[in-house]
Nanobody, 128 residues
């Protein structure tokens, strides 16, 4: 069993910054892909960023240059972070940490669909 717990998020005005973090624990594949996806009310899930065990990173075009994904690990505990700068109202969504028991797919947009595990989500609200 794998457990993912997100923290951070909150409310900020446009142009501001927020950081969300995730702790993954349990029986984790040795070289997992971890990342973030988001879902806004009435919209489909959208992959935001992903990082694989070698450090290769993918970003959605909509967040490229504004968001930074990073990770660190301690034995079977994996920490994942997403630094979000220059936030825009369209970034408002619930952000979920996801984990895939394989290498990252080329289809980042569907990260939320192919994640094997995900957390409960954390709300990010950006006001104009």
């Amino acid at each position: 069993l794998v457990e993912l717990v997100e923290s951070g998020g909150g409310s900020v005005q446009a142009g501001g910054s927020l950081r969300v973090s995730c702790v993954a624990s349990g029986y984790i594949y040795s070289t997992p892909c971890m990342g973030w996806f988001r879902q806004a009310p009435g919209k489909q899930r959208e992959g935001v960023a992903a990082i694989d065990s070698s450090g290769t990173i993918q970003y959605a075009e909509s967040v490229q240059g504004r968001f930074t994904i990073s990770k660190d690990s301690d034995k079977n505990i994996r920490h994942l972070h997403l630094q979000m700068n220059d936030l825009k109202p369209e970034d408002t969504a619930t952000y979920y940490c996801g984990l895939v028991n394989s290498q990252c797919s080329d289809y980042l947009g569907y990260f939320g669909d192919y994640s094997n595990y995900w957390g409960q989500g954390t709300q990010v609200t950006v006001s104009s």
